[in-house]
């Protein structure tokens, strides 16, 4: 899978989560960037993740990911 | 010694000149002695703990990151924790699990064989364990790389300013600071002193006046009636916040003086819309710890539980939160009352946010309002039982709350006029802070005038109004 096509599903999972359809995602986003990216939605997030891309995190792989770049390079090591 | 002590109005000053005395590579060195020195001075023998939990600490860090195999490294990271919540678990449950053992027993006409065992508690033991489990789990982690030098693991473990009640730092903010050496920077020095004004302000003059009259009628709950408990709950977390929050700005203003960027304790928290909102501002650096090692695992753990994971691992946070707190049913409901708040907040979150959305309610003041308010009452109530400190006072003020209205206890009314004239200058501030960030600036005005008004205007207050023969830090006991 290309890193836009990873981004675009990324998004997707993102518009889910956060109930935004307009939601844009970029490389530099961080929670800060967001609304109501928390604690509480980051682990919704993540959750939703592996069920898009079929794939399952470590949980020291969770303090790894500082942003949506991060993020994406984490699921690109994993497919 | 502790900061409002007369002691301490020596001893730092000495030590801020030493430090930057003392040749920039052996100032950690300064500060170990220090720190050793300030907790000799509270109870000498407790020292021994915090240099055994620094040993600790240290070396099975270093082996846990030499160690190639999983199987071991894994089994050496469960006896780092173990070593390090044991001195904890001993002095702060030890002796309420035996009562409780011993009472259940002689329900039963059993004997418990051991006496009734009661400990002093090392001041500060909650919080130097935290730092020194967050440190063994961090290098476990990957996340920073062990320390060599034992020295250096001793200074974060005990550094004066934060050893009694936190902030409760990270190796990962602190270790890089002790290793690079400081140059003596005049804003962060002023600013340090600033910080330390306004906290001896919240301390003294705050938190210690509405102490007297929140502690004339919690220390006597049966004379008292329903109206004057319900004043002194709803004054009780003001109490606390100018107590730990003025604590906190003392450590952190000392720190900055001494060249250290510390993490907030608080930001306004009493302008919280919710209580999601309330737990991002209040005792900060406990909440960002227990979020990092006991929720984010947690709710990792019950991922697919979706909502309902996030919902168990913050009850059980929350309950430890409280059994951190205190060995008692009334802290346990103290926390659980939090987790529970937290979780419903968490289950209407989405469609509490498509409300808003349709009424457009996000940016209307009264709406605000009405969520400052709610947050307040339900941290309030809560904090009924953390105040009573059992579970059987706490119901009899809530009963007395709802069923015994009556005149307001008075006692002295200077004490009323002081603590309300206090609380309002340290909300005002609070509320240009969060709402007018830019404007009414009083320490940091661009008018030398107005800064040095400022800072004798609150000098006076203290020396006024400030509670000079007053007890300890309410966050001592923890």
């Given at each position: 899978?290309?890193e836009?096509?990873v981004?675009?599903?990324?998004?997707?999972?993102?518009?889910?989560?956060?109930?935004?359809?307009?939601?844009?995602?970029?490389?530099?986003?961080?929670?800060?960037?967001?609304?109501?990216?928390?604690?509480?939605?980051?682990?919704?997030?993540?959750?939703?993740?592996?069920?898009?891309?079929?794939?399952?995190?470590?949980?020291?792989?969770?303090?790894?990911?500082?942003n949506?770049?991060?993020?994406?390079?984490?699921?690109?090591?994993?497919? | 010694?502790v900061?409002?002590?007369?002691?301490?109005?020596?001893?730092?000053?000495?030590?801020?000149?030493?430090?930057?005395l003392?040749?920039?590579?052996?100032?950690?060195?300064?500060?170990?002695?220090?720190?050793?020195?300030?907790?000799?001075?509270?109870?000498?023998?407790?020292?021994?703990?915090?240099?055994?939990?620094?040993?600790?600490?240290?070396v099975?860090?270093?082996?846990?990151?030499?160690?190639?195999?999983?199987?071991?490294?894994?089994?050496?990271?469960?006896?780092?924790?173990?070593?390090?919540?044991?001195?904890?678990?001993?002095?702060?449950?030890?002796?309420?699990?035996?009562?409780?053992?011993?009472?259940?027993?002689?329900?039963?006409?059993?004997r418990?064989?051991?006496?009734?065992?009661?400990y002093?508690?090392?001041?500060?033991i909650?919080?130097?364990?935290?730092?020194?489990?967050?440190?063994?789990?961090?290098?476990?982690?990957?996340?920073?790389?062990?320390?060599?030098?034992?020295?250096?693991?001793?200074?974060?473990?005990?550094?004066?300013?934060?050893?009694?009640?936190?902030?409760?730092e990270?190796?990962?903010?602190?270790?890089?600071?002790?290793?690079?050496?400081?140059?003596?920077?005049?804003?962060?020095?002023?600013?340090?002193?600033?910080?330390?004004?306004?906290?001896?302000?919240?301390?003294?003059?705050v938190?210690?006046?509405?102490?007297?009259?929140?502690?004339?009628?919690?220390?006597?709950?049966?004379e008292?009636?329903?109206?004057?408990?319900?004043?002194?709950?709803?004054?009780?977390?003001?109490?606390?916040y100018?107590?730990?929050?003025?604590?906190?700005?003392?450590?952190?203003g000392?720190?900055?003086?001494?060249?250290?960027?510390?993490?907030?304790?608080?930001?306004?928290?009493?302008?919280?819309?919710?209580?999601?909102?309330?737990?991002?501002?209040?005792?900060?650096?406990?909440?960002?710890?227990?979020?990092?090692?006991?929720?984010?695992?947690?709710s990792?753990?019950?991922?697919?539980?979706?909502?309902w994971?996030?919902?168990?691992?913050?009850?059980?946070?929350?309950?430890?939160?409280?059994?951190?707190?205190?060995?008692?049913?009334?802290?346990?409901?103290?926390?659980?009352?939090?987790?529970?708040?937290?979780?419903?907040?968490?289950?209407?979150?989405?469609?509490?946010?498509?409300?808003?959305?349709?009424?457009?309610?996000?940016?209307?003041?009264?709406?605000?309002?009405?969520?400052?308010?709610i947050?307040?009452?339900?941290?309030?109530?809560?904090?009924?039982?953390?105040?009573?400190?059992?579970?059987?006072?706490a119901?009899?003020?809530?009963?007395?709350?709802?069923?015994?209205?009556?005149?307001?206890?008075?006692?002295?009314?200077?004490?009323?006029?002081?603590?309300?004239?206090?609380?309002?200058?340290?909300?005002?501030?609070?509320?240009?802070?969060?709402?007018?960030?830019?404007?009414?600036?009083?320490?940091?005005?661009?008018?030398?005038?107005?800064?040095?008004?400022?800072?004798?205007?609150?000098?006076?207050?203290?020396?006024?109004?400030?509670?000079?023969?007053?007890?300890?830090?309410?966050?001592?006991?923890?």
């Amino acid at each position: 899978m290309e890193e836009k096509d990873v981004h675009d599903k990324l998004e997707t999972s993102f518009r889910k989560v956060f109930n935004n359809n307009s939601l844009a995602i970029e490389r530099s986003m961080t929670a800060n960037d967001i609304e109501k990216w928390d604690s509480l939605t980051h682990m919704l997030l993540i959750s939703e993740i592996e069920d898009s891309f079929e794939i399952r995190f470590k949980l020291k792989e969770l303090n790894k990911m500082k942003n949506v770049g991060d993020m994406i390079d984490m699921i690109i090591t994993k497919l | 010694m502790v900061f409002t002590s007369f002691n301490f109005l020596i001893f730092f000053p000495l030590v801020l000149a030493l430090y930057w005395l003392t040749p920039a590579r052996y100032r950690y060195i300064t500060l170990l002695v220090a720190s050793c020195y300030f907790y000799i001075n509270i109870k000498p023998v407790f020292v021994f703990l915090i240099l055994g939990i620094s040993v600790i600490a240290w070396v099975l860090a270093l082996l846990v990151s030499k160690t190639e195999n999983e199987k071991k490294k894994k089994a050496l990271f469960i006896l780092n924790i173990a070593a390090l919540l044991l001195p904890l678990f001993f002095f702060k449950y030890f002796g309420a699990i035996n009562n409780t053992l011993a009472a259940l027993l002689a329900e039963n006409n059993l004997r418990w064989p051991l006496p009734e065992i009661r400990y002093l508690l090392p001041v500060g033991i909650s919080f130097y364990t935290f730092m020194a489990l967050g440190y063994a789990i961090d290098v476990y982690n990957e996340d920073i790389e062990p320390e060599k030098n034992p020295a250096l693991v001793s200074v974060f473990i005990s550094f004066f300013p934060l050893i009694l009640s936190g902030p409760i730092e990270r190796a990962g903010n602190m270790l890089p600071q002790f290793r690079k050496a400081q140059s003596p920077n005049y804003d962060m020095i002023v600013k340090g002193m600033r910080l330390i004004l306004w906290g001896y302000f919240m301390k003294l003059v705050v938190a210690d006046r509405l102490g007297i009259y929140v502690d004339s009628i919690y220390n006597h709950i049966p004379e008292h009636n329903g109206t004057s408990i319900l004043f002194a709950s709803i004054l009780y977390p003001f109490q606390l916040y100018a107590d730990l929050g003025g604590y906190s700005l003392i450590a952190i203003g000392c720190s900055n003086a001494l060249g250290f960027n510390i993490v907030p304790n608080f930001n306004k928290p009493f302008f919280a819309p919710s209580m999601a909102e309330f737990w991002r501002r209040w005792h900060m650096s406990l909440i960002t710890w227990l979020t990092d090692y006991v929720y984010t695992p947690l709710s990792f753990l019950f991922r697919k539980l979706k909502i309902w994971g996030i919902v168990i691992a913050l009850l059980f946070t929350f309950l430890l939160s409280g059994i951190w707190h205190g060995a008692s049913l009334a802290f346990v409901a103290w926390g659980l009352l939090q987790g529970i708040f937290l979780s419903i907040e968490a289950l209407l979150n989405k469609k509490k946010a498509a409300f808003e959305k349709r009424h457009n309610l996000d940016r209307k003041s009264w709406y605000l309002t009405a969520g400052i308010i709610i947050t307040f009452i339900l941290f309030a109530s809560s904090m009924v039982f953390s105040r009573a400190g059992s579970l059987d006072v706490a119901l009899t003020a809530y009963r007395k709350i709802f069923t015994e209205p009556g005149k307001l206890f008075i006692g002295s009314p200077s004490t009323i006029i002081y603590f309300t004239c206090s609380l309002l200058i340290l909300l005002l501030k609070d509320f240009i802070d969060e709402f007018y960030p830019e404007k009414f600036k009083m320490f940091e005005h661009q008018s030398s005038l107005v800064r040095i008004a400022s800072v004798s205007m609150v000098i006076i207050l203290i020396l006024l109004i400030g509670v000079f023969d007053s007890s300890q830090f309410i966050y001592f006991q923890f």
